[in-house]
């Protein structure tokens, strides 16, 4: 997760992203059944796992993408993990949250609808590899190192992994 790091930096450390290993985020706005569409949030509360933390920060770069604006037009609540945040859409007290497969697909089964998917609507890298602006200077062996390790990991997990996910699938 980048989200420390991201952090990190908004507190003025000297910190650079040096590779993306996941540059999208995978996450779903998933909403009551009576909310056709995005426009639709405005006045309405959206529910997070926690103020500040990525859900949120995607939230608001879909609030925008979609002309609301999320600091005057929405609320946010942090209703906690998603058994909680699912609870407070039955009972009214959010209308939307967010989510990774299979948090979408689930909310599916409860009656919610997906009402957009951020990766189809901006890259947002979720995992990858931050370092010091220092360490990058004084240690670019060490820093290309890790790179191709995670390149490596990643490759491996593409190759020899989901092929037998894809078959489970089908069976």
Same mark, same amino acid.
């Given at each position: 997760?980048?989200?420390?790091?991201?952090?990190?930096?908004?507190?003025?450390?000297?910190?650079?992203?040096?590779?993306?290993y996941?540059?999208i985020?995978? %996450?779903?706005l998933?909403?009551?059944? &009576?909310?056709?569409?995005?426009?639709?949030?405005?006045?309405?509360?959206?529910?997070?796992?926690?103020? $500040?933390?990525?859900? &949120?920060?995607?939230?608001?770069?879909?609030?925008?993408h979609?002309?609301?604006?999320?600091?005057? &037009?929405?609320?946010?609540?942090?209703?906690?993990p998603?058994? #909680?945040?699912?609870?407070?859409? =039955?009972? *009214?007290?959010?209308?939307? %949250?967010?989510g990774?497969?299979?948090?979408?697909?689930? *909310?599916?089964?409860? *009656?919610?609808?997906?009402?957009?998917?951020a990766?189809?609507?901006?890259?947002?890298?979720? #995992?990858?590899?931050?370092? #010091?602006?220092?360490?990058? =200077?004084?240690?670019?062996?060490?820093?290309?190192?890790?790179i =191709?390790? *995670?390149? =490596?990991?990643?490759?491996?997990?593409?190759?020899?992994?989901?092929?037998?996910?894809?078959?489970?699938?089908? $069976?």
């Open positions: 997760m980048l989200g420390p790091g991201v952090a990190a930096a908004i507190r003025g450390v000297p910190v650079k992203l040096v590779a993306a996941v540059p985020a995978p %996450t779903a998933i909403a009551r059944p &009576e909310i056709k569409s995005v426009p639709e949030l405005k006045g309405k509360t959206i529910g997070i796992n926690a103020y $500040g933390g990525a859900l &949120e920060g995607i939230a608001r770069l879909i609030l925008r979609f002309k609301v604006d999320p600091d005057t &037009e929405t609320k946010f609540l942090a209703t906690g998603l058994d #909680s945040r699912f609870g407070a859409m =039955k009972q *009214g007290l959010t209308q939307a %949250t967010l990774s497969p299979p948090i979408d697909f689930i *909310g599916k089964k409860l *009656g919610f609808v997906v009402l957009t998917r990766d189809e609507l901006f890259s947002f890298p979720v #995992s990858g590899l931050i370092a #010091s602006t220092k360490k990058i =200077k004084e240690r670019q062996d060490q820093v290309r190192r890790v =191709k390790a *995670g390149i =490596k990991a990643n490759r491996y997990i593409v190759e020899s992994v989901t092929a037998p996910c894809r078959s489970w699938q089908i $069976g």
